[in-house]
């Protein structure tokens, strides 16, 4: 069969051409920082780290987790010399302007976690300082051509078959929440990389379930993006669940510390959110007086 081509709008190719090399180099740039976090020398204290909290070889390595060096320029230099420019460096968010002039990398000293869509593609990173005197602590990609915080969840890419197949997805907080849970066999998690859940994350979730188990943390943010999300998620047909986490213990922490089976009743018991509301509302206020 002969495929013939309909003439199309130079701009519109131009604009996918575009796309696809900006791809190109986000996925080139996470194989070099995961090349980097394994085979560096001065990648000890970010190998140890992750170990320390608990997560194996295995689970870093199928999650592209890596680490950005230290020198200002790498990235910069090692794409321009494989034919890329400092423009589609800036627009893929991996270096910016200084402010004497010149570009250098965005992410330096820090582990790297590839941001992907549910195709798998490489949008952009999430990167964790390894020293306590950087700020801040966690250092995302820039909103782009590419990313938009608001439209991703972390770990969607594979979480995506294991959601569609249990009916559920656990929304947690953080990167490293995600990789506990997928290496301990819970690959139906999920991260919002922040505390607030936007319509766009409950719609791309709401293609591929009924339910959503929110198990954020139990501070007083965690608990108000719970219920900010019964708000944002109307008219999805989406079932909202909240499992009520300890306080102060985040999913990573409960597998760390040996607990799964607590992190599975704790999901297995979610409330539905209009209860949670009730019952943060109660738990907040003063029932001592009228008033209150």
Do not use: C
């Not at 949670?276 to 001592?288: E, I, S, Y």
């Amino acid at each position: 069969v002969e495929i013939e081509r309909e003439s199309e709008d130079p701009r519109a190719e131009e604009a996918r051409r575009r796309k696809a090399r900006l791809w190109e180099l986000l996925e080139r740039t996470a194989k070099y920082y995961e090349r980097y976090l394994w085979e560096a020398p001065k990648a000890e204290k970010a190998r140890a780290y992750l170990l320390g909290r608990g997560l194996g070889e295995e689970v870093l390595r199928r999650f592209g987790v890596g680490m950005a060096p230290s020198p200002w320029d790498q990235v910069l230099t090692g794409s321009q010399r494989a034919g890329f420019k400092v423009d589609e460096l800036l627009a893929a968010g991996l270096a910016q302007k200084g402010r004497q002039g010149g570009h250098y990398d965005r992410f330096r000293s820090r582990i790297t976690f590839p941001i992907r869509d549910q195709r798998g593609r490489v949008l952009g990173f999430g990167a964790r300082a390894l020293r306590a005197e950087s700020k801040p602590k966690y250092l995302n990609s820039p909103e782009g051509e590419l990313y938009r915080k608001s439209n991703t969840l972390y770990g969607i890419d594979r979480a995506r078959g294991p959601i569609a197949k249990t009916r559920r997805a656990i929304v947690v907080e953080g990167y490293t929440d995600v990789l506990a849970l997928h290496q301990a066999g819970v690959e139906e998690a999920v991260a919002i990389m922040g505390t607030a859940i936007t319509p766009e994350q409950l719609t791309m979730l709401a293609g591929l379930t009924d339910v959503v188990v929110l198990a954020l943390d139990a501070d007083r943010a965690g608990a108000d993006a719970m219920i900010r999300a019964q708000r944002v998620a109307g008219g999805k047909g989406l079932d909202l669940r909240v499992a009520a986490m300890p306080e102060g213990e985040d999913p990573a922490d409960m597998l760390q510390a040996d607990r799964l089976d607590r992190f599975h009743e704790l999901v297995e018991g979610a409330i539905d959110l209009p209860s949670f509301r009730v019952r943060t509302a109660l738990g907040r206020g003063d029932l001592g007086s009228v008033a209150g």
